[in-house]
């Protein structure tokens, strides 16, 4: 078989994405390194999932242990790394019981149904989901209408019915929506794809109190904020509001595939056998990993270690920013940040991504006006003030771009 390059996706992948040029083939800590040994600090962790940086020791061991073990069974049987990740994170959350799939979009999905089938078996007419606008929750059609963004639903009519989107922080808009016949609110603690804009307490406080008033279950999407990234094993504790139901995926196993729903004794008992299911939720493979990753991410010293970058981290961008004034905003929770750019770089932000690439960099982008950062919750200092020179670099590219054209 001949060699592969980034012209190969063209010629057999479906083009849904438009990956970057170069194509990674290693990955240490965090560092990547390409097809022609160029080494990149990586800033992006594959979208906020290998937040112990790639190859950790740690997880390396049990994935290699569990190999040699057990792979599958069928949820026709338990097996023990699930039920011991279970039982960590109803040891280290709110939650009581835990549901495993492969995905955030499945974690979402599961807890939508949840919450729906909760509701409705107390009240038939109780089925309205509200949710906020510039939100995103997963790419099934169900979680993808939740999502607050139309772009990523143009063409996929007709939609899941009865959903609501309100203005994310905005007290006054959820007042008005939720109400007797509301059956759920899901909010992200942080907007991720919208933007990294987090929620303020005041709001999070707010929808708990409405979803009380109202008998309606509250649904907090830790998909990417979640295991650690905040300061906090989860965000909710970093709020002090706790929700009914909790989503995590993305970081939970450090890029193997698993999802999970939080929830409690009550709730869960609406999910009688039978109504719904995953075929590799639950995987023990995958579980062994990922009960490795709660309790690394659980340490005192890793969740203060990511407040402490989040300071070094914020600093170096203002710091940059100070030079070459690109950002209106430097936003964020913990490790995941966003800078959003000025005006008259609005739909640039791919361009600064690209910029970065080119000096040895791995970013991310929340839209077309924000730069996103997620590294590794454990990025050695070193390589966080590499990262930053080389992004500075990138910077100047770009604010030579708008100097050309004033």
Known sequence: MSAVTRKTFDEVMVPNYAPAAFIPV????????????????????????TSLGHRHPELTAVLH?????????????????????????????????????????????AALKLARKYAVDRNPEKTQIVSCKQSFHGRTLFTVSV??????????????????????????????????????????PVQGEGGITPASKAYLQK???????????LIFDEVQIGVGRSGSLFSYMEYGVTPDILTSAKALGNGLPIGAMLTTKEIAATFVVGTHGSTYGGNPLVCAVADKVIEIVSRPETLAGVKQRHHWLVDGLKAINQKHHVFTDIRGQ????????IPALHGKAKDVLNAAAKHGLVTLVAGTNVVRFAPSLVIPVADLNEGLKRFELAVAEIAAQVTQTA
Do not use: M
């Not at 560092?31 to 999932?49: N, P, S």
């Not at 929808?207 to 279950?217: F, N, S």
């Open 334 to 341: 913990g490790l995941l940040i966003g800078a959003e750019l």
């Open 26 to 49: 290693s990955g240490l800590g965090s560092r990547l390194t390409d097809q022609d040994g160029k080494e990149y600090i990586d800033f992006a962790c594959g979208i906020a999932v």
């Open 207 to 217: 929808l708990r109190e409405l979803c009380d008033k109202h008998g309606a279950l």
């Open 147 to 188: 999502g607050g963004q139309p772009k990523y639903t143009e063409g996929f009519g007709p939609l899941p019915g009865n959903l609501a989107h309100i203005q994310f922080n905005d007290i006054a808009a959820a007042e008005a929506t939720i109400h007797w016949g509301t059956a759920a609110v899901i909010v992200e």
């Open 65 to 109: 242990d569990q190999v040699d073990h057990l792979w599958h069974l069928s949820n026709t049987h338990t097996n023990e790394p699930a039920l011991r990740l279970a039982r960590r994170l109803t040891e280290t959350t709110f939650a009581e019981r835990v549901f495993f799939c492969n995905s955030g979009a499945e974690a979402n999905e």
